[in-house]
Nanobody
Framework: QVQLVESGGGSVQAGGSLRLSCAAS????????MGWFRQAPGKERESVAT????????YYLDSVKGRFTISRDNAKNTAYLQMNSLKPEDTAVYYC?????????WGQGTQVTVSS
């Protein structure tokens, strides 16, 4: 079972940037595709971005294309989400997980708040 710890969230004004990190335990991080997800108040959790094992293939939610970049460093067992040009509608708790997600691997997430 992999344990995941998200960090890097915060409060920014619209147009600002944040870089989220997802630290994974264990030696098998490079075996999995990884994803970033988010859940806004009153809404269901949604997939924001995914990256395959090597980092060569990435997918993005339409609303974040061109603004967010997912990456990974397999040597550091860490995945990242660079978020630029943030908008108030990006406000949510952000989580990382394997693809497909493991229920037991959901962490506490990291709060991102974007003010207008």
């Amino acid at each position: 079972q992999v344990q995941l710890v998200e960090s890097g969230g915060g409060s920014v004004q619209a147009g600002g940037s944040l870089r989220l990190s997802c630290a994974a335990s264990g030696r098998t991080f490079s075996w999995y595709s990884m994803g970033w997800f988010r859940q806004a108040p009153g809404k269901e959790r949604e997939s924001v971005a995914t990256i395959n094992m090597s980092g060569a293939t990435r997918y993005y939610l339409d609303s974040v294309k061109g603004r967010f970049t997912i990456s990974r460093d397999n040597a550091k067992n860490t995945a990242y989400l660079q978020m630029n040009s943030l908008k108030p509608e990006d406000t949510a708790v952000y989580y990382c997980n394997k693809i497909p997600p493991l229920e037991a691997s959901w962490g506490q997430g990291t709060q991102v708040t974007v003010s207008s």
